[in-house]
């Protein structure tokens, strides 16, 4: 998917935002040797800044539903040195978990530990 975004943007072509009603998983393309140059350079880039936007989503995800165990949960930062990117990055994880819905799970089995 974003690779194909990639190409729309380089080649100023009609797709401008992808939808899944596109049912094609390969095409082919004429392009210039500058554009392929383009192309390779925005997708390697485009590629590593969304890895670490995923990331931080799946943490802010699994910290907002609670989806760890409870045991290891240890919510005191007070004696932990972090980088200013490791702060950065616990700031923009507490922003995203402020704008997601909690996932809501209603419990129906019971343990018996008899």
């Given at each position: 998917?974003?690779?194909?975004?990639?190409?729309?943007?380089?080649?100023?072509?009609?797709?401008?935002?992808?939808?899944?009603?596109?049912?094609?998983?390969?095409?082919?393309?004429?392009?210039?040797?500058?554009?392929?140059?383009?192309?390779?350079?925005?997708?390697?880039k485009y590629t590593e800044a969304l890895?670490?936007?995923?990331?931080?989503?799946?943490?802010?995800?699994?910290?907002?539903?609670?989806?760890?165990?409870?045991?290891?949960?240890?919510?005191?930062?007070?004696?932990?040195?972090?980088?200013?990117?490791?702060?950065?990055?616990?700031?923009?994880?507490?922003?995203?978990?402020?704008?997601?819905?909690?996932?809501?799970?209603?419990?129906?089995?019971?343990?018996?530990?008899?």
């Open positions: 998917m974003l690779l194909r975004q990639i190409f729309a943007c380089v080649l100023k072509s009609e797709y401008k935002i992808y939808t899944k009603k596109f049912k094609y998983k390969t095409f082919t393309v004429k392009i210039t040797k500058t554009e392929m140059i383009e192309i390779k350079i925005m997708f390697n890895e670490k936007e995923i990331d931080i989503l799946f943490k802010a995800f699994v910290y907002k539903n609670r989806i760890f165990s409870k045991k290891n949960y240890d919510d005191s930062f007070e004696d932990i040195k972090q980088t200013p990117e490791e702060i950065a990055e616990k700031i923009k994880i507490a922003q995203m978990m402020m704008n997601m819905e909690k996932v809501s799970i209603h419990k129906e089995i019971t343990y018996n530990n008899n």
